[in-house]
């Protein structure tokens, strides 16, 4: 009942107080806007990122010769490669690759292009699709077909190439015929390897005869199991027997989503850190305003000190008013902050969600805003003397 | 009902203290209607704050009905203002931002007696003081002598065992004054409710039924 009466009284004196309240209403639109605004932004970071696994499945591990390992610079044989899944059974699929840096010149202007040797598999392990024209198959083999990256192909479209499909390039010190153009791929996150949009790819075989480096260090598989320790141990063990002291990093889908999870993690409480700087300057704010109405309502105090209410009669009203602009202001801040989301999921072409345990914590932290910083303000006006009060 | 025995108020004002009150003693009956008259400066205002416990004596003891008050808690004092004591003041002291009648039910929030039954009680005392017409109005809507009634119906809303009234009519023209006199008059002759009256007007305070003079700090009559 008394709590009922006091939402009301508070609403009204804010309202009365126009000006101070809209004032201290920015802060806390402001503090709030942009803690939901950045945590939002961080489960939309991460929501796109864990898609990006969830597109090419998390049973894709990664494995990577050592550079550590002291056993010389030999790369991985295709053969050693091609007999991993008779070797165990966990081994479904595997897909060797190389890349190689290259620039492409035409009239005079330099294209940067990651040149690949692939095999079909390949295409399928990354969920890579054509645009325009064909994939890579294996019938492929020894020939200088290629296929490009959406990207390689939006730089040759603008320095004026017309005819890309069917077209000849010079790619490092080779023609090759392209076939094919792959669609967009998201930028970074999976188990893609980077650089696919800016690529021109060819296959494996070609590219172990054509390339000027041509160890293979890296290869992707797929496994039937979502045991990463078994997965690991077989490979290492594998590729001890095969090639002696050839030394094997594996890194599994699971792996780099926990790794990721936590980087997320880090993300959204750092964007929340810098949000919660901005609404400590709105609890200032608030507790500035509140100080100015307990001064200017001495009176009222004594008033109803003399009707016969409490301390805590006082402090509550003050702190109730505190909570109540808190609360608008959080609602304000709430719907701030999503838009700001939005905005920035929008432009990047990201998934838009509502992160709804950002509203909650909106909600929360805006009465603990509320409460911490009007504590001060309706502790003095409770400890005014009424007498004194009554007399001004 | 209200006994002060031996009061005594003095104030520190920098490195000196002043004594305003040099042991008062006085006992307020049920049904009284008194009135305490003295100059400016006497210490009228600050014997009725130490009655309404809106202040505490340096020394002396002070006893409302069966208690005797100690002052160390706030919630005993608070409820024993709320339920025991009406306020009357010069300047009214109505709540700007509340309408006529939601100041009068003011004291009986405190109380947590349901909204229903507020409303009740104060369109009740809002008629006894014949301003019902100006229940939603305002305090800056309405006249001195309306805005004194309003306070006096929040003064009567809960009940009290005694209304305390500083110069209540200090800030009215005498018409409206001897008004307020009469409305006084009135409850405690009809009513038998206890009303002490604080001025410096002897007109006024020959209306009541008994008068005490307060002079420097001690009573002199
Ligand atoms: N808080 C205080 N600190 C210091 N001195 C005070 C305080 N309150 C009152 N006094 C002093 O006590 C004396 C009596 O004040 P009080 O208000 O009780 O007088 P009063 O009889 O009500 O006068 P008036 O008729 O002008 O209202 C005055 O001299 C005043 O200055
Ligand atoms: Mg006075």
Redesign the pocket.
């Known amino acids: 009942m008394i709590i009922k009466a006091n939402i009301k009284e508070a609403l009204k004196s804010l309202i009365t107080a126009k000006q101070r309240t809209i004032l201290a209403l920015i802060g806390i639109v402001i503090g709030i806007g942009s803690v939901i605004g950045m945590v939002s932004i961080g489960t939309i970071v991460q929501n796109e990122a864990l898609k990006q696994f969830r597109d090419m499945g998390i049973d894709i591990v990664s494995v990577t010769k050592d550079y550590e390992d002291q056993g010389g610079d030999k790369g991985f044989s295709i053969d050693d490669i091609y007999s991993l899944p008779d070797y165990s059974p966990l081994i479904k699929k595997v897909a060797p690759y190389i890349i190689s840096s290259t620039q492409y010149s035409y009239m005079g202007q330099d294209l940067y292009i990651e040149l690949m040797g692939v095999d079909e598999s390949f295409f399928d392990l990354n969920k890579l699709y054509v645009r325009e024209g064909r994939l890579l198959s294996d019938l492929d083999r020894d020939r200088f077909f290629c296929v490009i990256g959406a990207e390689t192909a939006d730089m040759l479209r603008r320095v004026g190439i017309r005819k890309l499909i069917g077209g000849q390039f010079l790619f490092g010190d080779r023609i090759y015929t392209v076939v094919g153009i792959l669609k967009d791929l998201p930028e970074g996150g999976g188990m893609r390897p980077s650089g696919i949009n800016r690529s021109a790819i060819t296959h494996i075989s070609t590219a172990l005869r054509a390339f000027t480096t041509n160890d293979i260090t890296t290869f992707m598989a797929r496994v039937n199991t979502q045991d990463s320790k078994t997965v690991k141990d077989v490979i290492e063990n594998y590729f001890n027997k095969k090639a002696r002291g050839l030394r094997v990093r594996v890194r599994t889908a699971e792996e780099l989503i926990t790794q990721m999870q936590k980087q997320m993690q880090l993300f959204t409480l750092l964007l929340g850190a810098i949000g919660s700087i901005a609404l400590i300057v709105g609890g200032i704010g608030v507790m500035n305003v509140m100080l100015i109405s307990v001064t200017e309502r001495r009176k009222e105090i004594g008033i109803r000190r003399a009707l016969g209410a409490q301390r805590n009669d006082i402090e509550t009203q003050f702190i109730i008013e505190s909570v109540t602009l808190c609360f608008v202001g959080g609602i304000i801040g709430i719907i701030m902050g999503i838009v700001i989301s939005y905005v920035f999921a929008h432009f990047s072409k990201w998934e838009f969600l509502i992160s709804q345990s950002a509203i909650v914590l909106g909600f929360g932290v805006a009465t603990a805003v509320g409460v911490f910083f009007g504590y001060y303000p309706a502790r003095s006006a409770s400890r005014l003397d009424p007498a ?1 009060a009554l ?1 001004e | 009902m209200l006994r002060l025995t031996d009061i005594h108020k003095s ?1 520190r ?1 920098g490195p000196t203290t ?1 004594d ?1 009150l040099k042991g008062i003693s006085l006992m307020v009956e049920q049904g009284e209607l008194l009135s305490i008259i ?1 100059p ?8 009725m704050n130490i009655m309404g416990l809106l202040e505490q004596p340096s020394a002396g003891t002070y006893t409302v009905g069966e208690t005797k008050i100690t002052y160390d808690d706030d919630r005993t004092l608070s409820s024993l203002r709320n339920r025991m004591i009406g306020f009357v003041f010069q300047q009214y002291h109505l709540l700007p931002r509340l309408t006529a009648i939601d100041n009068v039910g003011l004291p009986l929030i405190y109380r947590g007696i349901d909204e229903k039954e507020i409303a009740e009680r104060s369109t009740e005392y809002i008629k006894k003081v014949e301003m019902q017409e100006r229940s939603h109005h305002k305090p800056m809507e309405l006249s001195g002598g309306q805005q004194q009634r309003i306070a006096i119906a929040r003064a009567l809303v809960g009940s009290p065992a005694i209304i305390l009234a500083d ?1 209540p009519t200090g800030a009215l023209d005498t018409h409206t004054g001897q008004e307020i006199m009469n409305l006084f008059k009135r409850l405690n002759e009809e009513e038998g409710i206890t009303i002490v009256v604080i001025t ?1 007007d002897p007109k006024i305070a020959a209306q009541c039924k008994r008068k005490v003079e307060l002079r420097d700090g001690i009573i002199t009559g």
């Open positions: 004194t007399r | 104030y004002v002043v305003v003295g400016s400066g006497s210490g009228k205002s600050t014997l110069e410096h």
